[in-house]
Nanobody, 115 residues
């Protein structure tokens, strides 16, 4: 079992930045990758970014060049998502995920981009 807890999020103006963090606990040695998905009202879940234990990253097309995913260190398995140049269409609930042989999801954190 793996537990993931998100922090960060909130309200920011267009063009601003936010940083989300995700801490994993439990069977963290089994984690192969961690990532972020988001869900806007009335829309399906969308991949934002992911990172493997080897450091390989993948980004959704809509965030490439603006968002950066990183891992702090193996001991805490903390994954960060730096979000720059935020747009109103980035408004969504952002969920952290940990992947072993299945996905584990956090509760989510709200990001609202509005003037």
């Amino acid at each position: 079992q793996v537990q993931v807890v998100e922090s960060g999020g909130g309200l920011v103006q267009p063009g601003g930045s936010l940083r989300l963090s995700c801490a994993a606990s439990g069977s963290i040695r089994a984690i192969a990758a961690m990532g972020w998905y988001r869900q806007a009202p009335g829309k399906q879940h969308e991949l934002v970014a992911s990172i493997t234990t080897g450091g390989s990253t993948n980004y959704g097309d809509s965030v490439k060049g603006r968002f950066t995913i990183s891992r702090e260190n193996d001991a805490t398995n903390t994954t960060n998502l730096q979000m720059n140049s935020l747009k109103p269409e980035d408004t969504a609930v952002y969920h952290c995920t940990a992947f072993t042989d299945r996905f584990y999801w956090g509760q989510g954190t709200q990001v609202t981009v509005s003037s």
